[in-house]
Structures are given as structure tokens and as C-alpha cells.
């Protein structure tokens, strides 16, 4: 269900299991450069758009700033940003990375687990620096998906879908107002998301839940 295509309508069939119940998403913002800042030590503002924000660091447009950022992060960082603070510290991160992983033979993920290096073929700094990345992002969904499911477990809405930088629940219309409190545990981590209700998995709109009463 993860890939389901958003445009040729076979999201429409996934609706609340509850009458007058709400699908809703939790949504990660700018999710992998926000991890990447908080690995290197240079976090990106919470305040603003994390696309926004590095578009301000390039001097560019919102969209503009994407595909520069998809190629420092995931093919390794260009000459050009390098006097971008973050951007910095992300080559050095690499390099670093790449020492440890070839000197020791393996890598240590944030909650302890060993990437081995006979484990992972073909590997180069830039590929090991994206195992690192995705190791951290899964570990972090791990511990909010854990708390999560331990909070709603006596509640009648559902956690029914996770994809990387999201979750959708299926949300009883006699605990909406659980909503704040599930956006509070899932920034636990110290990454904001938008939050999105529809009552089809096809039609979802963007809402300001803090500003709900």
C-alpha cells in the first residue's frame, strides 16, 4: 500500500473503518535533511520550512532548492556548498564514516546495532553514508511507532499505515481530540509534521490542529 498512486484513484477505496470517523496523516517535514542536520550537529530551524530553509542557504527558489538538496545528500556533496555550514559538516560525516567502516569493519548504528562490513557489498562512502542515514531514520519511527501503539492500545482508532516519513491512523470521531497529543509524541523526536485529515486515503487536506479548539 505504500506505493499506491496518488493520481489514478486507487487510494479512494481506503476510508475509515468508524462512521463519521477521519483518516489522518502525520507527515515529517523535510524528514532526512532535518535527521542529517541533527547528525552533523548543524539542526534546521523548526520554525520554518526545512525545504525553505536550505532554499535560503542556496539563494534559490523553494523549488529550485530540491534537487540541489536530493544531490548533496544523496550523491555526495558538490564543491560549490561547501561553504554552506551543514553541507560542510556533511563531508565530513562521510569521511568520517568511511574511516571508521574500513578501519574497524563495521559502522554502529544510534541504537547500537552493526553494520558489518562483510554484510554490505559494492559499498563507497556516499552508499555507506545512506545506509547510516536510513538505519537512523527507522530506528527513530521504531521508538515513536512503539509509543504510539502503546498509547492507543485501549483507544478505538488505529494505527493502520507507516511509510518512511509518515503515519496514517484511522482516527474514531469520539477521539479527535486525541490528536494533539499524538502530534506531541510524534515530534518527541524533535521533528515537525504537518498533519493532513480526509475521509478517503485519496482526498486529504492540510489542517492546524493546534489551532482546533
Request: glycine content about 6%; hydrophobic content about 35%.
Amino acid at each position: 500500500y505504500a506505493a499506491l498512486n496518488k493520481e489514478n484513484g486507487s487510494r479512494d477505496r481506503f476510508v475509515s473503518r468508524f462512521d463519521d470517523g477521519k483518516l489522518v496523516q502525520f507527515d515529517y517535514d523535510a524528514y532526512h535533511p532535518r535527521i542529517i542536520g541533527k547528525m552533523v550537529d548543524e539542526p534546521i530551524p523548526l520554525d520554518i520550512s526545512g525545504h525553505q530553509a536550505l532554499a535560503d542557504m542556496y539563494g534559490v527558489s523553494y523549488s529550485e532548492s530540491k534537487p540541489i538538496t536530493f544531490r548533496q545528500l544523496y550523491g555526495g556533496v558538490q564543491e560549490e556548498y561547501l561553504h554552506i555550514p551543514l553541507f560542510k559538516n556533511v563531508s565530513h560525516k562521510i569521511d568520517r564514516l568511511w574511516m571508521e567502516f574500513t578501519r574497524n569493519g563495521y559502522i554502529t548504528t544510534p541504537m547500537g546495532r552493526k553494520l558489518l562490513k562483510t554484510n554490505l557489498n559494492d559499498m563507497n562512502a556516499n552508499k555507506l553514508f545512506n545506509y547510516v542515514l536510513q538505519a537512523t531514520e527507522t530506528e527513530l519511527n521504531m521508538v515513536i511507532l512503539k509509543k504510539m501503539m502503546e498509547y492507543l492500545k485501549d483507544m478505538r482508532s488505529k494505527m493502520v499505515l507507516y511509510t518512511y516519513d509518515s503515519y496514517l491512523l484511522d482516527i474514531h470521531p469520539k477521539e479527535i481530540g486525541l490528536l494533539k497529543d499524538l502530534k506531541l509524541l510524534i515530534e518527541g523526536n524533535g521533528f515537525p509534521a504537518k498533519v493532513e485529515i480526509g475521509i478517503k486515503y485519496s482526498d486529504m487536506n492540510s489542517v492546524d490542529i493546534n489551532s482546533k479548539k
